[in-house]
Structures are given as structure tokens and as C-alpha cells.
């Protein structure tokens, strides 16, 4: 999530603000108010029992948000507002999601609870569950059925107590998983040399993010390091100024993002500074991304490629362009609203379609012959007790175990003994990165030293011009469509 986080001390001067953007339908939204003012007059005093005049309140706000269809809009009750304050600002006791209500489409999807992201050494991530997922009940409870601040009361509890949680994965995978409530710190980085390569993974954006890569850079600097990775995976955004801040340690010069929006105090251009640019001209530099980058990660990602200062290997991230904000109101209630939405330096807005890489590599996934035997995998649990029952397993004993699994679950060695690594690192240090699994990390490696990387690098596409490539396929494709129904309809 993109967030711009703005703490308004007097509600109704926000009020005030947003007046100055109506438009010719005041007369319109004059009656609608005194139609709903009079509506509630008539419920609070002649409901058939007395009626808590709050209560009419909060259901009346979450119907307006509701309204919206956005799933990045809508009202927050004080537990969901205290937590929104904690993923932001510091830690909470949770499972490690990231999730968004989904808007109800007609099909399966539906009003289920959608992954965003799951933060890297939760419980939620430990277990395997990743964006995309839906979970369809908690504890028992059908989430189509409840709202967000419900969803979030639920998985929230107490460090040390567990929940259940089903997902739903694909068209036909459901999976039970039963999560042990953890302390939940809010991330920022991790870096590393590989060889002469510096590896830095942005966990997620926090006020703290943009320091950190500046130490981690420092750190490379010293180390004498020629090429730079920069893993975006799994980084599920955080504060739009922090993907800013960091884009700018890269650029040298022009936009590094564009909000637009009808109120116009925000719209805004953010632009690189010489000044701030910290890494050498013509560094070869290569960002990972997947379908768990989303949002800020996205701006990031999105300014370097315009730029044509990295190259981008792995999947097409998640697509979320849109900017909200937090609006506390007096009772520690609030909203959160989308106000506006995000343009990359060549004016490309990748909502709801993500940012394909310059070089796609996928790691190992579940296929559809995979899906009956990873689903009974994750139902008979076997792997956590083993490993708990084998401490200080070896990468020997991992590769042995996984192909004693192999027998009875036919699935990929290397996926197995990934899930296998995970569980043995639980509660240690993960080591920075997967030799053995991650395949979109070698290729990074390969392209960073490749000869013709800077030649690579010049011939990317922007996002606008892939935007503008894609248009066109669609309106030749409509068009075929039309003529074929027209040559068919005439006799």
C-alpha cells in the first residue's frame, strides 16, 4: 500500500478543503444530505427499539465507504485505525499480512479477504501464503461475510495464541493453515555483497527505509562493489515520500513520479535532484520484482525503468497506482480514502495492471498436476514437526528430506526443499538469499555482469510505450472482433 499519511487536528477544515473540488452537482449533494439527515432523524426516533445514535453513524460511514468499490477505501473502527498506525509507524502482534477486502465481481472471488503481501519472516509468510491468496474463513468464520475491521480484530490477538485460516488459491486449492500470533516488527532492509555485487532487498517502505539504503550503499562503496541488485519481491509498498527519497538516490535528473488527482492541492510532480544521486552513472543495475511488489515498490521500480538506469527481471508485480490517506475523526474512528493516483516518469499509470519485467523468470511454481499433492502436504503438516524433531538440519539433511517427501508428494525438489529451509531457519536469521531456489536471482547475477548491459539497458521500453503497445493490440483486436461479426452477420 502507497500511503500519505496527513493527520488533520480539525475535521471539518478537511471538510472545508475538499469543498473547493465540488462540482456542479452541489444542488444534488445539498438534497442528498438533508434526505439522509432527515432518514436518520426518522430511524434514531422511531425505531421500534431505542437505538444508539453512534451506531446509525459508523453504519451510515461504512456504506458510504462501501460505495466507493474500491477496496483501498473504507472506514476504520479504533482497532482498525490503531493498526493502521502500527503498520506504518512500528510493530503489532498479528500473522504478517497485508490484506485488501475484495470487491464483490460475480464470481468465486467475490467479497473474500485478498493477500496483498505477506512480510517476510511472519507467520504468514513462514507458511507459505502469498499474494493473490484468498482467505475465505477465519477461525471458522466466512469472510465474505464480515468486513475489514472484523477481518482484522480476528487475525489479531495476542502473541502466542494461533488461528486457522483456509485459503483459497487458484480455482480450486484450498488450504488450511493454523498461525501461531507473533510480534510483528515492521521491516525495512537487508543488504549484503555477493561477490562484488551489492544485494540490497527492500522489505517494505518506513520512515526509517530511505536512511538505510544510504547505509547499505555506503557500506557497497567501501566494499568496492561494480553492479548493484536491487529485490523488490514481496515488498508490499509503505510511504510514498520513501520510494521517492530512494528513487532520487538513483536518478539524476527528471520525474521520478506524478500524482493526479480533481482536488488540486494534490496534484504534484516529484523530481530527481543531482544532489542527491548516489550511485555511479552507468552502474549496472538490476531490480527484482514479482507479483507480491506492489505499490511503492512499484513507483520505485517503475521510475528506475523510465529512467533507464536498471534493467527488471522476475514477473509482472501487482498493480496498485492509487495513493490514500488516513482520516482520523474525533471518537478514534477514521477513513481511508484514495486521493489520488501515481504516473511514472513517462506518464503511465499501472493500476490494477502491474509492471511487466524487461526479463521474465519465474521460480518454481505450483502447477495444476502439483495442486492435489501440495494440498495434501500442507494438510498432513508434516514438515514443522520433523524439523523441530531434527534440530540444526544441514543443507545435506534438507536435500535427504526433501527426497524422502518426493515420494509421497510428487512435487519440484527444489520447491520442497525451499519449504523445507524455511521451517528449519524459523526463529534464526534467514541467510540473505537462496542459492539453491531462486532462479530470478541468478539471472540477476548473470545480467549485471553481462558485457552488453548497458546496451540492455538503453533498449528497455518504457512504460508508456508498452502502455501504448498494448492499447493498440486491444483496439486492432476489437476491431477484427467487429468486422468478423459483421462479415458473418451479412448473407
Excluded: W
Excluded at 98 to 113: C, E, F, H, N, P
Excluded at 199 to 227: C, M, N
Excluded at 431 to 452: G, T
Aim: glycine content about 8%.
Amino acid at each position: 500500500m502507497c500511503v500519505a499519511l496527513f493527520i488533520f487536528v480539525i475535521f471539518t477544515s478537511q471538510c472545508f478543503a475538499q469543498s473547493q473540488t465540488k462540482s456542479s452537482s452541489n444542488s444534488d449533494s445539498s438534497q442528498y444530505m438533508q434526505q439522509l439527515t432527515s432518514i436518520f432523524d426518522f430511524v434514531e426516533r422511531n425505531y421500534v427499539d431505542e437505538v444508539d445514535a453512534k451506531v446509525l453513524f459508523e453504519g451510515a460511514l461504512k456504506g458510504l465507504m462501501d460505495s466507493l468499490g474500491d477496496p483501498f477505501s473504507y472506514y476504520l473502527d479504533a482497532s482498525a485505525l490503531n493498526g493502521m498506525n502500527d503498520t506504518t509507524t512500528g510493530n503489532f502482534g498479528g500473522v504478517g499480512l497485508t490484506i485488501t477486502k475484495a470487491i464483490s465481481s460475480g464470481d468465486d472471488k467475490g467479497s473474500y479477504v485478498e493477500v496483498v503481501s505477506a512480510l517476510e519472516g511472519t507467520p504468514g509468510e513462514r507458511a507459505g501464503i502469498k499474494a493473490g491468496d484468498l482467505i475465505i474463513s477465519i477461525d471458522g468464520t466466512d469472510t465474505s461475510t464480515i468486513n475489514m475491521e472484523q477481518v482484522l480484530k480476528i487475525l489479531r490477538g495476542t502473541v502466542g495464541t494461533k488461528v486457522s485460516v483456509v485459503i483459497r488459491r487458484g480455482e480450486n486449492m484450498e488450504l488450511p493453515f493454523t498461525l501461531e500470533r507473533a510480534l510483528i516488527e515492521v521491516p525495512t532492509v537487508k543488504y549484503g555483497m555477493i561477490g562484488k555485487t551489492g544485494y540490497l532487498r527492500l522489505i517494505e517502505f518506513t520512515p526509517l527505509t530511505a536512511g538505510r539504503v544510504q547505509e547499505a550503499l555506503d557500506s557497497f562503496k567501501e566494499a568496492g562493489y561494480d553492479s548493484l541488485i536491487l529485490d523488490l519481491r514481496n515488498n508490499p509498498g509503505g510511504i510514498l515520500s520513501s520510494a521517492i527519497d530512494i528513487a532520487d538516490k538513483f536518478i539524476d535528473n527528471g520525474v521520478i513520479v506524478s500524482t493526479k488527482s480533481r482536488i488540486a492541492y494534490e496534484n504534484s510532480v516529484k523530481f530527481a535532484s543531482p544532489d542527491n544521486t548516489v550511485i555511479p552513472k552507468g552502474l549496472p543495475v538490476v531490480v527484482l520484482i514479482n507479483h507480491d511488489s506492489a505499490s511503492c515498490s512499484e513507483v520505485l521500480s517503475g521510475a528506475l525503468k523510465d529512467s533507464h538506469v536498471a534493467y527488471l527481471v522476475g514477473e509482472r508485480s501487482y498493480g496498485k497506482g492509487s495513493v490514500q490517506i488516513i482520516l482520523p475523526m474525533p471518537n478514534n474512528i477514521g477513513i481511508r480514502l484514495t486521493i489520488a493516483k501515481y504516473y511514472s516518469p513517462s506518464d503511465s499509470n499501472i493500476h490494477k495492471i502491474g509492471i511487466p519485467p524487461d526479463l521474465e523468470i519465474k521460480n518454481v511454481e505450483i502447477s495444476k498436476d502439483d495442486e492435489i499433492p501440495f494440498q495434501n502436504l500442507i494438510k498432513d503438516d508434516v514438515i514443522v514437526p520433523y524439523v523441530k524433531a531434527h534440530a540444526d538440519m544441514s543443507e545435506e539433511d534438507i536435500a535427504s528430506y526433501a527426497e524422502t517427501l518426493h515420494k509421497t508428494y510428487p512435487l519440484d525438489l527444489k520447491f520442497l526443499r525451499r519449504l523445507i529451509r524455511v521451517q528449519v531457519y524459523h526463529g534464526k536469521e534467514m541467510p540473505l538469499y537462496d542459492s539453491d531456489y531462486d532462479s530470478q536471482l541468478a539471472k540477476a547475477l548473470e545480467i549485471v555482469h553481462d558485457k552488453n548491459y548497458a546496451e540492455l539497458v538503453k533498449n528497455t521500453k518504457t512504460l508508456k510505450q508498452l502502455e501504448n503497445e498494448r492499447l493498440l493490440a486491444e483496439s486492432a483486436k476489437t476491431a477484427d472482433a467487429s468486422d468478423s461479426s459483421s462479415s458473418g452477420g451479412s448473407k
